[in-house]
């Protein structure tokens, strides 16, 4: 594992309006890792993630390969490797499939290496091969779901982060999901997982940050937090 962490964030701040969301926020994912977030509703995860891709003004470092991502705008974001998966899917509903496929690979200009990617994302996922020119709006939630986490691969992005890509699917395509997460995983990609269903996270994660208020109430390998029962019954669920 590198010395210098792939993303490192330093007393990271996100204000909305009177409301600080992130209060002073520190985190670090090394290359390779599969790194979550876990905490209730309006505890910053979401907020984290909009920061690292320059969606909203903060405060505080974010570094990138250990240089400064200060000013740095969206779109170069995305070209420096970091990928954004949101949450709702957010899929063009009227156009297909495959258009919203060509579309995450927006920013690229190697037509080989994008057709490499669009059958690499059909192995992943065999039924958005099977519906490629259907409609986005057409598909189940689950098969959005696939098709969302499909749309950032084709950026080609060094660190994928993914912002509840499980939320209101079925148990089945939940783990269905989550395979598919492991899976890259294993081939060497690095994961950042903004996720609610803590037992699914935890048993793919390397390591997890559990956040309170905008701050990290509690850190470390996601094996020990799965097993920490205090921790499962205050923030995880039980």
């Known amino acids: 594992m590198n010395r210098t962490p792939l993303l490192q964030l330093q007393g990271l701040r996100v204000r909305y309006g009177n409301v600080l969301a992130l209060q002073g926020l520190d985190l670090t994912v090394h290359e390779g890792e599969l790194v979550t977030l876990l905490g209730s509703n309006g505890a910053g995860k979401s907020s984290t993630l909009r920061a690292i891709s320059a969606l909203v003004p903060t405060e505080g470092q974010i570094l990138w390969r250990g240089g400064s991502l200060g000013g740095v705008p969206p779109h170069r974001i995305v070209r420096l490797g970091i990928g954004h998966c949101p949450e709702g899917r957010r899929v063009i509903s009227r156009q297909s499939v495959l258009a919203n496929l060509e579309l995450g690979a927006w920013l690229r200009r190697d037509q080989a290496g994008i057709r490499h990617d669009l059958e690499r994302c ?6 958005l091969a099977e519906r490629r020119h259907q409609l986005a709006g057409s598909l189940s939630g689950g098969e959005q779901q696939m ?7 084709m950026g080609r992005p060094t ?6 890509p499980s939320l209101g699917l079925a148990p089945r395509l939940v783990a269905e999901v989550m395979q598919v997460l492991k899976a890259l995983h294993r081939e060497g990609l690095t994961l950042l997982l903004v996720e609610q269903n803590a037992n699914a996270a935890l048993a793919i994660a390397d390591r997890a940050y559990v956040l ?4 990290v109430a509690q850190e470390g390998p996601a094996s020990a937090l799965r097993d920490d029962e205090q921790l499962r ?5 039980g």
């Open 122 to 127: 059909f192995d992943l996922f065999p039924r």
């Open 147 to 153: 098709l969302a986490i499909a749309r950032a691969l």
């Open 159 to 164: 660190l994928l982060m993914l912002d509840e």
């Open 212 to 215: 309170i208020s905008g701050r």
């Open 233 to 237: 019954a205050a923030y995880l669920g």
